[in-house]
């Protein structure tokens, strides 16, 4: 696979859902090429479809018509060959293990040395400003630490893709600007591909290469806005006529595609 090859390729994606109140057409003809390296958010209204085509990507769900590949597999392929790591909405921390414990699970499995696995769990931890708490079980700290927990967990992983459900939806402001400012420049060291679900538009400004603008349900790709900022983006970049006039074209997007109850 070359660089102008799409890590992960959808086409003409189509999802419903069968429920007991009737069929919900979720996705709907969804197509989206993303490249190598790319940090691409996607931001729309409550129900228009992020997470669900995320947990596409990651064989979480499986798409009533279309395609999607990853790194050139289907999803449940990429999931075996454990090409990307995943981060819920929800912390998903095993009860019975330590902080600790659960950063290692995926390294355990992956068969990494014990100073390795070290190694990963003291950096991840650090990134995260969990220093201190990796003997601690999940009960024991709050869900915005649980959280950072579990993004933990997914950067020990270290997989070239890291899908992101709203990771930071539940942190305050400022640790959630911290971490920001951690992920870009963890992806700008390691030149990851992440595919990013937020209902921020500043942090999906701030963050993103691209940013996927999506309807409400049926969930279709409205926009697709190219960011002209630079990588290297201090948080006061935020602040810039550059980075609102992003902001600004995200917000018409999105309104241009919400359909308004009286």
């Known amino acids: 696979m070359n660089d102008k090859t799409p890590v992960i390729q959808a086409k003409n994606l189509d999802l419903t859902f069968q429920t007991n109140d009737g069929p919900i057409h979720a996705l709907k003809d969804v197509s989206l090429d993303i490249m ?5 958010s996607f931001i ?3 129900g228009c479809g992020k997470t669900t085509f995320l947990r596409v990507i990651a064989a979480l769900e499986e798409p009533t018509g279309g395609s999607v590949t990853v790194n050139g597999m289907t999803p449940d392929e990429a999931r075996r060959a454990r090409a990307y790591g995943y981060v819920f909405q929800a912390a998903g921390l095993y009860p019975w293990r330590t902080i600790e414990g659960n950063i290692r699970l995926p390294l ?10 070290r190694e990963r ?3 991840v931890l650090q990134l995260v400003d969990l220093e201190g708490f990796g003997k601690k079980f999940p009960w024991q700290l709050s869900g915005g630490m649980q959280q950072r927990a579990s993004i933990a967990r997914a950067l020990a992983f270290d997989a ?3 899908l992101m459900d709203e990771p930071f939806g539940a942190l305050d402001e400022i640790v959630r600007d911290h971490l920001n400012e951690q992920l870009l420049r963890l992806w700008d060291k390691t030149h990851k591909t992440i595919g990013f679900v937020t ?3 500043p942090e999906a400004v701030y963050l993103s290469t691209r940013i996927v603008v999506m309807s409400p349900r049926p969930g279709r790709i409205t926009d697709v806005i190219e960011n002209t900022l630079p990588r290297d983006r201090p948080l006061d970049i935020r602040d810039t006529p550059e980075f609102l006039e992003i902001a600004h074209r995200v917000r018409e997007g999105l309104r241009a595609g919400h359909a308004y109850e009286d």
């Open 121 to 123: 769990i003291d950096r």
């Open 44 to 46: 729309g209204p409550s």
């Open 160 to 162: 070239d893709i890291l």
């Open 108 to 117: 355990e499995i992956m068969d990494f040395s014990k100073s390795e696995m």
């Open 36 to 40: 190598k390296g790319d940090f691409v």
């Open 199 to 201: 209902h921020s538009i």
